[in-house]
């Protein structure tokens, strides 16, 4: 089956601190994946995309890398700033001619202090 | 400017009664899909529709029922069958052949 897994929270650093989400997943094919944000009272965001092996998707400083052998796609930042506390869901997804279906992770909360 | 909107934003409902969510996009994306979002259980699926006056059920659709009579809306019915539905709800949609969700701002249903 698909499935997604992603560290448990709540994560909290303080500003200027490295950032590091990690996410694997299982899946039966070769999916896309995703990071998704989630800010307080609001919907989903995508904040970055691989859509195949060794892939780097990037924005806003965040980079993940789409590792096969690993099975792996973790979310880092070099220095994060209070503006970044969220949720953040990692997901995976297939190519579909009519839209695609998503599998999310149980998302994981990021504080960021002063 | 193109987008989802999910309403109401915060809605209140006595246990045994039926409640509509409203999700309607304007971006001409062919799917569409309801999440129920619970904490520390992520995103689960409920609904999704591909096509017009199509849809599939997800993986928690008991206890909820869907239309899809026009490509721009996709309302959800939280029907008294369910036994828990205090949740925070997200509709999305996608367009065929393209990567990504766009995500309405959710509804957040109590029962009191």
């Known amino acids: 089956g698909n499935s997604v897994t992603q560290m448990e929270g709540p994560v909290t650093l303080s500003e200027e601190a490295f950032l590091t989400i990690n996410c694997t997943y299982t899946?039966?094919?070769?999916?896309?994946l995703f990071w998704y944000v989630q800010y307080p009272g609001e919907g989903l965001q995508l904040l970055l995309k691989?859509?195949?092996?060794?892939d780097k998707g990037s924005n806003k400083g965040f980079e993940a890398t789409y590792r096969k052998e690993t099975t792996s796609f973790h979310l880092e930042k070099g220095s994060v700033q209070v503006s970044d506390s969220a949720v953040y869901f990692c997901?995976?997804?297939?190519?579909?001619?009519?839209?695609?279906?998503?599998?999310f992770g149980t998302g994981t909360s990021l504080t960021v202090i002063p | 400017d193109g987008g989802i909107t999910q309403s109401p934003k915060y809605l209140f409902r006595k246990e045994g009664q039926n409640v509509t969510l409203s999700c309607e996009q304007n971006?001409?994306?062919?799917?569409m899909y309801w999440y129920r979002q619970d904490p520390g259980q992520g995103l689960r699926l409920i609904y999704y529709?591909?096509?017009?006056?199509?849809?599939q059920k997800g993986d928690i659709a008991e206890g909820y029922s869907v239309s899809r009579e026009k490509k721009e809306s996709f309302p959800l019915t939280v029907t008294s069958a369910q036994k828990n539905p205090t949740a925070f709800y997200l509709c999305?949609?996608?367009?065929?052949?393209?990567?990504?969700?766009?995500f309405g701002s959710g509804t957040r249903l109590t029962v009191v």
């Open positions: 999305a949609s996608s367009m065929a052949r393209t990567w990504g969700y766009t």
């Open positions: 899946a039966t094919g070769y999916p896309s």
């Open positions: 691989a859509t195949k092996a060794d």
């Open positions: 997901a995976l997804a297939y190519p579909s001619n009519t839209g695609n279906q998503f599998y």
């Open positions: 971006l001409n994306h062919d799917a």
């Open positions: 529709s591909q096509i017009v006056n199509d849809f």
